[in-house]
């Protein structure tokens, strides 16, 4: 298995977004076509929702790949 890691930035990130962003895919349509097949999994669980917010702490798996969705640390330090 592959792990990414991935820092956010804000608050969320759409899966779709997400997925072109650590390059599993080439484009946010591309994204979407992945997550509508049904081969996305977020958190163990089968997520067909393209646009779903993906927040820190979350980990979502395509086949072999898994992203961890980290915190952005300047982001921990305000709270």
Do not use: W, Y
Request: hydrophobic share 40%; glycine share 12%.
């Amino acid at each position: 298995m592959s792990t990414h890691d991935f820092e956010l930035h804000g608050d969320h990130v759409e899966l779709n977004l997400l997925l072109k962003l650590v390059g599993l895919c080439d484009s946010g349509g591309a994204g979407k076509h992945l997550v509508a097949s049904g081969a996305v999994r977020v958190d163990g669980t089968v997520e067909l929702r393209k646009t779903c917010k993906i927040r820190a702490g979350q980990h979502v798996c395509i086949g072999a790949e898994e992203i961890r969705v980290l915190a952005d640390p300047r982001e921990l330090a305000r709270r």
